[in-house]
Every structure is written in structure tokens, then in C-alpha cells.
């Protein structure tokens, strides 16, 4: 069940200033006071909520927070800026009516924390979704980028806004954010060149030089040191609780998320530290022949870093700051600046540089939050703007700004009134007239196109001639010297001749929250606002795209002769269009104050709230609020809260809530003109009814609270009773229960015993005649089984004889049958069934036997020998055939595997075995060793590098090999080297080719039957080679060289094929003679080395050691 609940539960003095009671100045001051000792920083006025600085953070913003308020009533929980957010949020999602939150109050009074708690607010209950979150987070991250570069530390707050801010947000139809457009107010541009004392510059320029890597700061020419900066106030350039560097981070992530290009970013980096470096430019006097002064710069660095960092030509720049050039209808007249117009001059660029560049930001953040649908958006307007301002010293700028005040607080009593009236009128309750102070006059003082003062500022600042501050005021004392919230000790107003508060430089102006005092000095400045036009077209011509887009004006294609506007007028007309905007909204005021001047939590400076509370005018906002009824309240909660007050409508009132709150009212005798009753409200006119009721209330609650304990213990010693007596019942029971069971079991024992004799006489007696009866039995049994026995024997003994005889006839007819059967199918079985038989036992055989050799199937190695036993003779054929299949089917499946490498390797191994297998004892031996061809790595081995580039061809073979000398038999150590083409043989040591033998020349090779590595080369007879003769030559590698040379011989298609004989005996021809080669076994004295010898000219003997 929802616990209804109400602003005036467990108050602390009250929570809406409308039922403060009595209303004065000070009963006022002394319930905000209450409540902020309290920690009750939110108190209202109707609808109105003031907010005082905690100075602290407070548990009150947390997500359980946001959903307590969320969806309730305005006056249904304490005061809170959330209830206000909700309000909002809700009528602009609910009734389509465009919302807007007017936040106002001095500096540091927390304005722009009010903004970004009902912005914060708003998003944490409106929609969900990819999409709208990232909307959503644009729009929050817009909030530190506005603040690095719009707020300072000044005395007041160490995070002040520099600047007004107007931020409309847009919804969609069913409330989620869709965007927003941000709009910027008067940027206090003064402070970028001077600060006043204990303040500092803007936030941007000391987080970049705390924050920046060193590598951005190198590349933007800055040092980390402040110091070096004359821009930069140093006495409080480090700010309490407030971390530079960390800040940078959040700015420049928050850049990122709003969607600025790295490439902005680096410009706006540029920009900034472009204006510290201005700041560094100093000049000098010179003296020129005509007498004058002329301004020159002193030191030209940091112009050259400046001019560099944003391409601008710095002869350019340094001729815009020497001299003047004024056009006139076509004339142009240069005037040189002397060094106060060179510092002006200076300064001027340096505000319009960075405040023009704080309004492109604002525009390239609108740019990235603009709604992106065209459909008709609800608007939720949030306006944080600097709220009055009353120092010591006020300028230009307070007075702009104090306008701004007045403008603010005339919408807001218009539209406080109008919201009261409409109400009025709505609920159908009589209106009566409220009075009030209306500022219109103030501000028509100051705005006012004829006589206004923004007027005649504007118009002196247009007028030719000599144009001082003085003059102006000489003006404003002429025009407006009847005025009566104006006042100047020189107007003609005799009245301040002699007030002594009012010198003579100044003018003061009674404004609503009090009257403050203007000195005019720098007004007709400020309001020009002059660059001068040298310097605008010195920065157009910069090559950076940023800056030349910021001074569209120095653009020479568009010289502009018009004064620009002045900065009054600017103000004025932006003011105007708030203004107009606001009208269209459904306003929401947080009216913020500041507790006290030391940013302290905790104290309460009693003079400095009254000074807030009568300029921001709330004592006249209760009085307003108040002036009809003070307290207004639905019927349907009315009539919940005080029903206890009323027989009649307690506990329940079945009828239309509005009856049932009359019924009370007369019930409990209000007089009738406390109240009225309207179409969906009651109206209570003051408090003081209000505070009847709740007393009443508290009273029937006690009475009630008595009442529901005394029914409530009644019902509880009620309950008691009834449970003690029940449990009796159940322990009687239990009880009797347990006696009776006792006494039954006694009776029963007893039936028992008496049962037991009387069975046990009636069982004898029974026995006995049944023993009789028994015996009697048997008797009669015995004779009868006599009898019966005789008959049955006799009738056994005919039937068996019946059997023997049936199954004597059954036996001759089966065999008859049987027979006659076998006769008449003897001839079908014959022709069929032994056919049948033979191939059913064949086919069972091979199905064995395939199944068989399946599973005892050979390795897959091609020399593996083993093949299964033949099972039958009948398959021996079958068995072999089988058996051949499966070796070529693995040859096969192995011979796939080969490499082209492998497979020449084999193929050559094979025709080393079709050459000598069998024939040379030699053989087997070398069938194991793989044929390596090159043995002496020819072509790596450097020795062999002249040798090997000598050949043409690539060398196939290449070994050491023994030249056998026909002399004396003995062998040189030669380098054999063979090709496609050629057989090569060359010095061991030199590599010097001795012969070479083209492979046509060879007609054979002969070798022995031995295990020996002799051959003969025999050559062809005439031919070119032949003319030394035959060569003959033993090797290691005897087999492979012949297969080689027998090789190329079969593959070359010209030339015969090369012959290979095996003899023991053959001729070689030597030169003219011919020498038979004989091999004799050798003696076993000869030990293991082949021998050869020369035996006589024609015979040369060679023993080989024998194998066996
Ligand atoms: N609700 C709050 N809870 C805690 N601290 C707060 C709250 N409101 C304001 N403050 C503190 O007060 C300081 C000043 O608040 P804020 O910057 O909002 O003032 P302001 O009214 O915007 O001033 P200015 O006009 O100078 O911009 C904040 O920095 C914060 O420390
Ligand atoms: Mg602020």
C-alpha cells in the first residue's frame, strides 16, 4: 500500500514560508536559519524554491533520492530541487506545456550547481536506450567544457561562472531528450588581461599548463611555470580542493564525448596558449623626429612563438601594433599608436581572441547536442545567470549584469502574478487585486530607446567629437535627472547636491534590491568594445582556419565602415530575446543564497541572508503568494489527510471528495471566510487555519493512536485467553483419555482369563468327539481303499493292454507312410538339392576365407614376404593371384610417396642392379649406399671454384678417382668429374683440367666380375680424345660412376648406347699398344688392398683380395 505522505510531516519550522506565521523579516530569517542548522537547505515559497549553499556535501542527491521524489507530488515530501525537477519534467512530459528553471542569486550562492542537479535530475528519470543515453551525455559533458573556459576563481567562489548561460533542452513526445541549444551570455572578457586581487584568470589557461603533456606544451611553445605568463595572477594561482591537471582530463575527455575533431581541439589548445603569449608582449617608447612617441616592441619572441603558432605573417602583426589606419569614404589615414594605445591595442586583441573563441565553442557544442529530428519538440529551459551584483566598486559590467536582474525579476512577478491569477481563474475563485512593486520603471530607466541610459551610451559613442566617460555622465545627467530611481550629485535634481555618498564620477541607480553606485569610468570604452580594425585584419589573414573564421570582419573583400555594435546594445537585444522566450514557458524559480562570505558550511551570517532575501525580493514573493490564500490543497488529499477529523467522514467517505471536505470543514466550524472552495482545490486563506487543522489532526491522531491500543491489547488478552483455554480442552481430553485406556485394559485382561477357561472346557469336549468321530473315519477309509485298490489294478492292467495295442498299429502306419513318402519325392531331392548343397558350401568357403584374409592382411612395406597360409588347395590359384595383386598395389601406393628426387635416386639404383646384379662381386655392396653424386661439393667448396665455372654444364658427378699408370700400374689421385656432356678428369691439387672426353667418344666401359673399383674408359677409335688412349681408373664409387655414364647414354636420343663389359680379362688401349687387364684372386699374403702390377708390355696383372 503507497503511504501517503505530506510536506508538513515531521517539519522543521515550516517547509513553505507561505504558512509562516507571523510573516516579518525576521521570523523569516529565523526559519531558514532552522532549517539550514538542520541541514534543510531547500525551503519553498509556494512554488518557489529558495536554496541556501550547504558549503558541504549532503546525502540528498543520491539515486535513492531521485526515486523517492520521482512521480510524487510537489507538496508531498520536504522541500527538495528535485521535487522542482520532477514538477517540471513531469507537466512538460504529461501536459505538453514548455518548461523553463529560472535559477538566480549572487555568486557562490550555488546557482550553477542548482542547474546541474535538476539537469542530472532529469536525465536519471527520463527514457533509456543507446540513443538517448548518448544524448544525455552530451548534454551533461557540455557543463565542464563551458566551465574550463567561462569560469575563475574569483573571491567570491573558487568556480565562478564568467558568463550567462541559457540551456534549452528538448525532449520528444514521450519525454526522452532529443538535444539542446546553448546560449551564452556577456563572457567577462576583462579578466583574460587583469584580475582583481585574490582572483585568477579562467580555468583553461592554468589547467593546460598543469595538465598538458610535456609534448603538447612543447609543440604549443609553453612552459609548465605560471610565472612566465603576465596574463596569469600568481597570487592565487593554486586553488584549494580544486586539481588543475585532473580537470584538464575531464576536459578533455568531455570534448571528446561532446564531438569536437582532435584536430579543434589542437586549434582551441592553440588559441589559448596564443593568448598567454600576448600577454608576454612588452613595449617601448621611441622618439621619431616630429617630436611624438612611437610604441615598438621590446622583445620579439614570444611575437614570432605567437605568429607562429597561428600562421600569421609577424611583420603583419607588429605593423597592427605600431600603427593605427583609420578609413574613411575611401580615405585611408594611418596614424602610428604610441605605447598606451600599443598596450590597448594588445590587451583589446587578447579579450577579443579569447571571448570569441569561448562563443565558437558554445556554438560548436550546439553544433554536436542539436536535436536531430524536425518534429516539434517540447523545451525545458535551464537559466543559470550571474545574479546581482552590488561591490564596492561597480562598473560597466555590474550594470549590464543588474539589468539583466531587473529583467529577471520583472518576468518573474509578472509571470508569479499571472501563475496566481490563472489559478484564480481556473479554480473559480474570485480575484483580488494583490499589491506589489512593480520594476518596470527601473528598467525602463535603463532600457528605454529615447532617454534610457543604454541609449545615451550608445548615442555618445556614436557622436562625433570629443567623447569621455564624463561626458556621458554630463549626458545621463541632463536626460535623466528626474528619474526617480536615478540619482547624480551634478543632475539637476537639487536633492543630491550635498550628498557626500555620491561623488562626482558617479551615478547610482535604486534598483529593486537596492540602489548601487556606478562609477562611469570605462563605460564609453567597454561599450565600444573597439578592436582596431588593423588587428582584425592581421588575424584574418592568419593561416589557421579557427582564428580567420573568428575576425570574419578583417576580411579586406568585406570592409565593413559601419560601427560595429556596441556591447550595450548587444546585451540589450540578446536580454530581450531571453526575455520574450522565457514568457512562453511555464517558469520554475530556484531563488539561491549564500550562507555566508567565507565558503564555510555550518555558518550562518545573519546580515548577508537578510541582504539576499530583500533583493531577490522574497518577502514580496510570500506576501504575493499570500495576498489571496496562503495554502491550497487537491480535495482527494485534503480530504485523506483530515477525515479523522469528522465522524462523518471517518474512516471512510464513500461520496466525491469534495463533499466530503465540506462535510468536514462544517464540521469542525471554520469560519467561512477562511476558506474557499474551488473547482478542484480548497483555498485556506491563512496559515493560521491550516495550523488549526494540523493540531486537530495530531490531537485525533493521538485519540486515534490510544484508541488502536487499547483495541489492540483487548484483542491481544482476548486472544491469550482463548489460547490457554483451548489448550485445557486439549490437556482434559489427553487426560481422560489416558484413564479410560487404563481401565479398559483391566477389564479387558480379566474377560480374558474367564474367555480362556470357559474355551478351553468347550475345546476338550469337542476334541473328544472329534477323536470318536475320527476313528470311526479311518475304519471306513481303510476298507474302502481296499476295495478301491482291487478295482483299480484290474482296470490298469486292461488299459495297458489297450495302449500296447494302439501304439503297435500307429508305428506299422508311420513307417507305411514314411515309405510311401520317401518313394514318391526320392526323384526331386536327387536333381536339386546336391547342386544347392555344393554352392552354398563353396560360397560359405570364399566368404570365410575373404573375411579371413581381411583380417590377416601383410604390412604395407613392399619387402614385407609374409602373405596368410593357403586355406584350401581349390584356391591356390586364386590365393597367388590375390596375393601378386595386393605386392603391386603396395609398390604402388609406396611408389607414390617418392619425391622427383627420390624417384631418380631409385630409378638409378635400379639400373645400377639390372647392370651388375649377379655379374660383379662388387655389387652388393654398394646397394646399401645412397648414390651421392657430387662428393666433393663442387661448386660450395672455394677450392673447386675455377674448376666448377670451367664447366658448362652441371656436374652430375664429381669424385676423387685413381688414374692408373700404364708404366708401372701404379694410380694418381685425380678429380673425376662427369656431365650431361662430358667426362672431365683434373689435377687433385690445382683443379687443372688434364682431359676432357666428350660422352660421344666413349664406346664402352669395362669392368671385372671382382669386388674390385677398376674401369676401363675405351674410346672411340679416330676420334679426338682417343689420341692419349683408353683411360683406366678405379674409384670408390665405381658402380654409381657406370650407372651415371650408362644413364646419360640411355637417355640421350643421338648417341648409341654405351656398352658395359664385365670380364675379368679385357684390352686397354695405351697409345699404340694394347695391354690386356687381368684380375687374378689374390693371395691372402697380399692382406686386403687391390694390387696392380705391370707383368710385361702387353699384360697388366690386378689381384683383388677375395671376398669369401
Ligand atoms: N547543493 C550544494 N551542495 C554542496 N555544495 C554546494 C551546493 N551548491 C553549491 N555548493 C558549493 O558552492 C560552490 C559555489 O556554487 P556555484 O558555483 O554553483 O555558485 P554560483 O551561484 O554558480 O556562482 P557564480 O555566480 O559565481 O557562478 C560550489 O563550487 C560548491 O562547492
Ligand atoms: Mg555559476
Redesign the pocket.
Known amino acids: 500500500m503507497e503511504v501517503k505522505t505530506s510536506l508538513l510531516d515531521n517539519m522543521i519550522g515550516v517547509g513553505d514560508m507561505v504558512l509562516l506565521e507571523p510573516l516579518s523579516e525576521d521570523s523569516f530569517l529565523e526559519n531558514l536559519k532552522n532549517r539550514f542548522d538542520h541541514s534543510e ?1 531547500y525551503t519553498y515559497i509556494g512554488s518557489v524554491v529558495i ?1 541556501m ?6 546525502p540528498i ?1 543520491t539515486p535513492d533520492k531521485v526515486e523517492e521524489y520521482r512521480n510524487r507530488n510537489f507538496y508531498e515530501l520536504s522541500p527538495h530541487i528535485y521535487a522542482l525537477a520532477d514538477e517540471a519534467y513531469r507537466s512538460l512530459r504529461d501536459q505538453d506545456k514548455d518548461q523553463c528553471i529560472l535559477i538566480t ?10 542547474s546541474k ?1 535538476v539537469m542530472s535530475y532529469v536525465a536519471a528519470v527520463c527514457g533509456k536506450g543507446q540513443e538517448v543515453n548518448k544524448v544525455k551525455e552530451q548534454l551533461l559533458q557540455s557543463n565542464p567544457v563551458l566551465e574550463a573556459f567561462g ?1 575563475a576563481k ?1 573571491v ?7 558568463f550567462g548561460k541559457y540551456m534549452d533542452i528538448e525532449f520528444d513526445f514521450k519525454g526522452d531528450p532529443l538535444g539542446g541549444v546553448i546560449s551564452n551570455y556577456l563572457l567577462e572578457k576583462s579578466r583574460v588581461v587583469k584580475q582583481p586581487r585574490g582572483e585568477r584568470n579562467f580555468h583553461v589557461f592554468y589547467q593546460l599548463l598543469s595538465g598538458a603533456s610535456d609534448d603538447t606544451l612543447k609543440k604549443l611553445k609553453l612552459y609548465r611555470d605560471f610565472s612566465k605568463y603576465n596574463y596569469l595572477s600568481l597570487d592565487s594561482a593554486v586553488v584549494n580542493g580544486l586539481d588543475d591537471a585532473a580537470n584538464f582530463r575531464t576536459v578533455r575527455n568531455a570534448m571528446q564525448i561532446v564531438g569536437f575533431m582532435e584536430d579543434e581541439v589542437q586549434s582551441v589548445l592553440e588559441l589559448v596558449a596564443a593568448v598567454l603569449k600576448l600577454g608576454n608582449i612588452e613595449f617601448k617608447p621611441e622618439s621619431r623626429c616630429n617630436g611624438t612617441d612611437e610604441s615598438r616592441i621590446k622583445d620579439k619572441n614570444d611575437l614570432k612563438e605567437m605568429c607562429e603558432l597561428l600562421g600569421i605573417e609577424q611583420s603583419v602583426l607588429e605593423r597592427a601594433f605600431s600603427y593605427r589606419t583609420v578609413e574613411a569614404k575611401m580615405e585611408k589615414v594611418s596614424t602610428t599608436l604610441n605605447v598606451a594605445q600599443a598596450y590597448y591595442a594588445r590587451d583589446a586583441l587578447a579579450k577579443n581572441l579569447y571571448s570569441r573563441l569561448f562563443s565558437w565553442l558554445v556554438t560548436r557544442i550546439n553544433e554536436s547536442i542539436k536535436a536531430q529530428t524536425k518534429t516539434r519538440h517540447k523545451v525545458m529551459g535551464v537559466l ?1 545567470i ?2 546581482f551584483e552590488i561591490f564596492e566598486d561597480n562598473s560597466f559590467e555590474q550594470f549590464i549584469i543588474n539589468y539583466c536582474n531587473e529583467k529577471l525579476q520583472q518576468i518573474f512577478i509578472e509571470l508569479t502574478l499571472r501563475e496566481e491569477q490563472e489559478e484564480y481563474v481556473r479554480e473559480g475563485i474570485e480575484w483580488t487585486n494583490i499589491e506589489y512593486f512593480n520594476n518596470a520603471i527601473i528598467c525602463d530607466l535603463i532600457e528605454n530607446n529615447q532617454n534610457g541610459i543604454l541609449a545615451m551610451l550608445d548615442e555618445e559613442c556614436l557622436r562625433p567629437g570629443t567623447v569621455t566617460d564624463e561626458t556621458f555622465l554630463d549626458k545621463l545627467n541632463t536626460v535623466c535627472a528626474e528619474h526617480q530611481h536615478f540619482e547624480s550629485r551634478l543632475s539637476k535634481n537639487s536633492k543630491f547636491l550635498n550628498d557626500h555618498s555620491l561623488p562626482h564620477s558617479c551615478f547610482r541607480i535604486q534598483h529593486y534590491a537596492g540602489k548601487v553606485l556606478y562609477r562611469v569610468e570605462g563605460f564609453v570604452d567597454k561599450n565600444n568594445d573597439l578592436l582596431y580594425r588593423d588587428l582584425s585584419q592581421a588575424m584574418y589573414k592568419a593561416n589557421h582556419s579557427l582564428i580567420k573564421q573568428l575576425f570574419p570582419e578583417g576580411n579586406p573583400a568585406k570592409v565593413n565602415l559601419k560601427r560595429p555594435p556596441t556591447a550595450g546594445f548587444q546585451f540589450k537585444a540578446s536580454v530581450g530575446t531571453l526575455m520574450r522566450n522565457l514568457q512562453t514557458k511555464n517558469p520554475n524559480y530556484i531563488r ?1 543564497i ?1 550562507p555566508n562570505d567565507k ?1 564555510a558550511s555550518h555558518i550562518f551570517t545573519e546580515s548577508l541572508v537578510r541582504h539576499q532575501v530583500r533583493y531577490l525580493g522574497l518577502m514580496e514573493n510570500v506576501r504575493v503568494r499570500r495576498a489571496g490564500y496562503a495554502f491550497r490543497q487537491a480535495y482527494e488529499p485534503c480530504l485523506e489527510r483530515y477525515k479523522m477529523l469528522c465522524k462523518r467522514t471517518w474512516p471512510h467517505w464513500r461520496g466525491p471528495a469534495r463533499e466530503g471536505v465540506e462535510v468536514l470543514m462544517a464540521d469542525l466550524q471554520v469560519p467561512a471566510e477562511e476558506f474557499s472552495y474551488g473547482r478542484s482545490k480548497i483555498f485556506i486563506r491563512n496559515p493560521r487555519t491550516l495550523f488549526f487543522l494540523e493540531e486537530r489532526r495530531r490531537q485525533c491522531l493521538q485519540d486515534l493512536a490510544t484508541l488502536i491500543q487499547k483495541i489492540y491489547r483487548g484483542w491481544k488478552c482476548r486472544s491469550q485467553f482463548l489460547l490457554l483455554k483451548q489448550s485445557q480442552i486439549v490437556v482434559a481430553a489427553w487426560y481422560r483419555r489416558y484413564a479410560q485406556q487404563k481401565k479398559y485394559q483391566r477389564i479387558k485382561s480379566a474377560t480374558t482369563v474367564v474367555q480362556s477357561y470357559t474355551r478351553g472346557w468347550q475345546a476338550r469336549k469337542l476334541l473328544r468327539e472329534l477323536k470318536y468321530q475320527k476313528r470311526c473315519e479311518e475304519a471306513a477309509t481303510t476298507i474302502a481303499a481296499y476295495w478301491h485298490g482291487t478295482q483299480a489294478r484290474r482296470e490298469l492292467r486292461r488299459l495297458k493292454e489297450e495302449a500296447r495295442r494302439k501304439h503297435a498299429v500307429a508305428v506299422i502306419w508311420a513307417y507305411w507312410q514314411g515309405l510311401k513318402v520317401r518313394r514318391e519325392y526320392r526323384k526331386y531331392f536327387r536333381a536339386n538339392a546336391g547342386k544347392k548343397i555344393y554352392d552354398f558350401t563353396i560360397q560359405r568357403i570364399l566368404q570365410k576365407y575373404f573375411l579371413g584374409l581381411k583380417s590377416t592382411m601383410p604390412s604395407m612395406s613392399p619387402i614385407d614376404k609374409n602373405w596368410p597360409a593357403r586355406p584350401y588347395l581349390f584356391l591356390d590359384g586364386t590365393h597367388t593371384e590375390l596375393r601378386r595383386i595386393f605386392h603391386l598395389w603396395r609398390c604402388k601406393k609406396y611408389r607414390s610417396q617418392f619425391t622427383e628426387e627420390k624417384k631418380a635416386v631409385y630409378e638409378e639404383k635400379l639400373e645400377a642392379s639390372e647392370i651388375f646384379k649377379d655379374k660383379k662381386a662388387l655389387y652388393p655392396s654398394s646397394v646399401s649406399q645412397p648414390f651421392k653424386g657430387d662428393y666433393l661439393e663442387i661448386s660450395k667448396n672455394p677450392k673447386y671454384q675455377k674448376l666448377s665455372s670451367a664447366m658448362d654444364e652441371k656436374v652430375l658427378l664429381a669424385d676423387v678417382v685413381n688414374k692408373i699408370n700404364r708404366a708401372n700400374g701404379k694410380g694418381t689421385a685425380r678429380i673425376f668429374l662427369l656431365t650431361k656432356k662430358s667426362v672431365v678428369l683434373a689435377d687433385q691439387k690445382t683443379g687443372q683440367v688434364k682431359a676432357s672426353v666428350p660422352l660421344p667418344d666413349l664406346t664402352s666401359v669395362s669392368v671385372s666380375t671382382q669386388s674390385d673399383g677398376f674401369f676401363a674408359l675405351k674410346l672411340k677409335e679416330g676420334s679426338a680424345s682417343a689420341v692419349k688412349g683408353d683411360f683406366l681408373l678405379s674409384s670408390e664409387h665405381l658402380i654409381e660412376i657406370i650407372t651415371k655414364l650408362h644413364r646419360i647414354g640411355a637417355t640421350a636420343a643421338d648417341r648409341e648406347q654405351l656398352n658395359v663389359d664385365i670380364s675379368d680379362e679385357f684390352l686397354v688401349q695405351f697409345k699404340q699398344d694394347k695391354v690386356c687387364v687381368k684380375f687374378i684372386q689374390g693371395a691372402p699374403k697380399n692382406g686386403n688392398s687391390v694390387s696392380c702390377k705391370r707383368k710385361n708390355n702387353r699384360l697388366l696383372e690386378v689381384s683383388v683380395p677375395s671376398t669369401a
Open positions: 537547505i536554496s549553499n550547504p558549503y558541504r556535501s549532503l542527491y542569486g549572487e555568486s557562490g550562492a550555488g546557482k550553477t550547481e542548482a542537479l569560469n574569483t567570491r567562489n573558487d568556480n565562478s561562472s564568467r543559470d550571474y545574479g539561491c549564500k565558503k
